[in-house]
């Protein structure tokens, strides 16, 4: 397994995830909510540390997108997050940091000059388990079906990477 998705996972050493996307109002917020979601359904919360980051600051300090939160809640899930933008701080920071689309996985990679960083960096979609297309799509300047597909692969994706992550937890 690799570096990144193998260190154990303990209430004293939570793994640190942050999602990834352009603006932090639509994508990025979602996964977070949905995962978080996810961790508190199995009681798991004090074994990890969720965030989002946008790698553009166009949006610091705004809640998700009203159409984000709509779909979210109409499966009921809350999505907390603030907007704030991606620094070089969280490289060191996370475990794992997961880029919603190739753009936003440059920019990451950007901010990484000497390369040290690589394992921890990939892809939301290399954890859907129907990967119809590398990126999640950006909803913002679309309808509603835009959103609500959005939700479906993060909810995939998300379900299928704390499946890999639940055999690291040390209880
Ligand atoms: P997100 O969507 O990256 O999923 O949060 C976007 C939000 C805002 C903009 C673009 C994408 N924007 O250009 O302001």
């Not at 965030?51 to 499966?75: I, L, P, R």
């Amino acid at each position: 397994m690799d570096k990144s998705i193998s260190k154990p996972i303990t209430t004293a050493d939570p793994y640190k995830l942050v999602f990834v996307c352009l603006g932090n109002i639509c994508r990025s917020p979602t996964a977070e909510g949905i995962f978080l979601h996810k961790v508190k359904e199995e009681g798991l919360q004090n074994y990890f540390y969720i965030d989002s980051a946008g790698t553009a600051a166009y949006h610091v300090g705004e809640s998700a997108n009203s159409k984000s939160q709509a779909t979210a809640n109409k499966y009921g899930v809350h999505l907390p997050s603030k907007a704030r933008k991606f620094e070089y701080a969280d490289l060191e920071e996370f475990d794992l940091i997961l880029a919603m689309d190739s753009e936003n996985y440059r920019n990451i990679k950007e901010l990484d000059t000497k390369d040290k960083f690589d394992h921890k960096i990939k892809m939301m979609r290399e954890f859907d388990p129907q990967p119809d297309m590398k990126d999640v799509p950006d909803p913002y300047y679309g309808g509603m079906d835009g959103f609500e597909n959005v939700y479906r692969v993060l909810e995939r994706s998300t379900a299928a990477l704390l499946n890999e992550l639940k055999p690291l937890i040390q209880k």
